[in-house]
């Protein structure tokens, strides 16, 4: 498990590659990460999903810690590109009604311009 952060313009993208599950957490967590973003005054956020395997509550917990942490603090978070199963793993965990769920990168660093 890995997570590369790019600031591009006002947004940071985390790139998320490979498999999330409670043994092969991250270390820092997506939550702690974005935190530090935060903190720092980036309030535009994109975990891009398209190499990452998200198969466990855990990476979901993650996903939802780092959402409420970022809206509490008036950011905005899209997650973009998910991997094939992710898409139907949000479905079944009602995640898609709450999170901004975008097909390709360059729709999720758009929409951020159309709010």
Do not use: C, W
């Amino acid at each position: 498990m890995n997570i590369n952060t790019i600031d591009q313009d006002d947004v940071t993208i985390f790139r998320i590659e490979g498999t999330y599950t409670k043994e092969a957490r991250p270390d820092p967590s997506l939550e702690r990460l974005s935190a530090e973003k935060l903190a720092s005054g980036r309030r535009k956020l994109v975990f891009d999903l398209e190499k990452a395997e998200i198969v466990s509550d855990v990476a979901m917990g993650d996903i939802i810690a780092a959402f409420k942490r970022i809206h509490d603090l008036g950011g905005q978070l899209k997650l973009a590109r998910p991997s094939p199963g992710t898409p139907s793993l949000l479905k079944m965990t009602m995640l898609d009604k709450v999170l901004d769920i975008r097909d390709s990168l360059e729709s999720a660093l758009e929409s951020f311009s159309q709010r």
